[in-house]
């Protein structure tokens, strides 16, 4: 009997030995500061489709992010935490400069997830307040509200499935929907999860809506990314010219 429990104390041991020594083996998860990704972006309104290619340059400590238009212009678009934003037309050697909260980097993609912010999307800090939670099925609804007066937008609403962020709303008085974001195609970048795909629709009444599905490819991480555009300086002989009444999408 106790030639048995000696035995079996044995066996236990050598198991955990064996994985001690297996773990102190395995490769380190390692840590994401530079990211570049293919990014594709095509558009649908009112039955006419427009194509946009961009390769996109992100650095997380620091929130850098940069944005290079290949096709069908040819551009490249910087901003930062700080909501410095600076558009540089390569051809015709000039630059937009603003800035402002919704310009920063923060309001992005990559801010909300590796800031570990996924669970209200950002919302907070634009000034919503978590107001209600619900649950269908396995996904988790949560209600937020701004805080603040708006004129358009009266409440937003974020789904989550397994810890994800799978939708993003915003509905205006009458409940009926301004924006919604659907996330998909969920890959690893890293220690995280990121969706590869997003789907947008953008209403602008009853009957007119804006499609738009963004595609990201090719990744690429860390010493692997070059940083020829992170480090990018816009030409001193660049003409400065004042920006549009439209502020860019992010």
């Not at 395995?26 to 990014?39: F, G, M, N, R, Y």
């Not at 309001?107 to 999307?121: A, P, R, T, V």
Request: some cysteine; overall charge positive.
């Amino acid at each position: 009997m106790v030639e048995n429990v000696n035995l079996t104390m044995f066996k236990n041991l050598a198991a955990a030995c064996i994985t001690l020594l297996l773990c102190s083996f395995a490769p380190l998860q390692e840590k994401v500061d530079k990211i570049k990704l293919t990014l594709i972006s095509k558009s649908l309104h009112k039955g006419q489709s427009f194509t946009v290619k961009s390769d996109l340059y992100y650095r997380v400590s620091g929130g850098t992010m940069v944005t290079r238009f290949t096709s069908p212009f040819e551009k490249i678009v910087f901003t930062n935490a700080n909501g410095e934003y600076k558009d540089y037309n390569v051809k015709q050697n000039t630059v937009t400069l603003m800035q402002g909260f919704d310009l920063s980097s923060k309001n992005s993609l990559f801010y909300s997830f590796f800031s570990g912010s996924i669970n209200d999307m950002g919302l907070a800090a634009l000034g919503y307040k978590l107001v209600s939670t619900r649950f269908e099925n396995k996904i988790v609804i949560t209600t937020w509200m701004p805080v603040g007066p708006s004129k358009i937008i009266k409440k937003a609403e974020i789904a989550h499935e397994n810890y994800l962020p799978i939708f993003l709303g915003f509905f205006d008085a009458n409940n009926k929907p301004v924006q919604k974001s659907y996330y998909t195609n969920y890959q690893t970048v890293g220690s995280i999860k990121m969706p590869f795909t997003i789907t947008e629709f953008d209403y602008f009444g009853d009957k007119d809506s804006l499609i738009t599905r963004r595609t990201y490819t090719n990744l690429i991480l860390n010493a692997a990314v070059e940083d020829t555009y992170l480090n990018y300086k816009i030409p001193a002989s660049a003409k400065v010219i004042s920006p549009s009444t439209d502020k860019p999408k992010k």
